[in-house]
């Protein structure tokens, strides 16, 4: 199971998502390096043009390049959280302490565009459960969208068509997903719904009973 482990702490505290140094610079001076290749790329193509200049075609070539750099920006941002060194052991939910299993990946699909998320695998030497922390500080468990592209889909999902709205999500936002995909998402975002209201409303039944009515 992705979730046999405890998450109290998970958040924030226990991981150390930004590595400075040596390491982070040289990222950072290959990515802007790739940047400007891709902008000398576009503006060369785009000269070859100037005569007769396609602005639509631009725009939508522009779009796909700074969505898909910033997909390899959030891409390398998420495996520093989901990989990076943790100052707190993983404590499965029987309470044995988890050990490493290596790292697992997973294609997740984002508003940016697709990318690889590359995790931490936990593993209890007792009771044999597995956990992916990065997996629940991100809220991805068992999901290949991000929380922003399930928000997006729910919602388009909700206005029209399932069919419609995998058409206006490539239209308007540039994300490819399938009808299914919409259907799948939008339910099971309504049935979060649900049990979060039925939750609420327990709690509040809950604490208005048995209490004493006060007589003047």
Known sequence: SETGFRADGDRGKTRRPFHHGKGRCKKNEEFRIEKEAEVEIFLRMART???APDLEAWEKCLREAVLAAGARVLERLLEEISCGRRDEAVMCVCGARMQSRGVREKELRTILGPLTLR???FQCPDCGATGLPGDVALDAVNTSF????????????GNSTF????EDLKIYAGVAV???D?????EATGAAMERWARAERDKLLADNEWKPVKKD
């Open 163 to 166: 069919k419609e709205a995998a």
């Open 49 to 51: 043009q100037a005569a």
């Open 146 to 157: 991000s929380p922003g592209l399930r928000r997006m889909m729910s919602r388009a999902g």
């Open 182 to 186: 919409v259907e799948r998402t939008a």
């Open 119 to 121: 995790r931490a695998m």
């Open 178 to 180: 399938g009808a299914k």
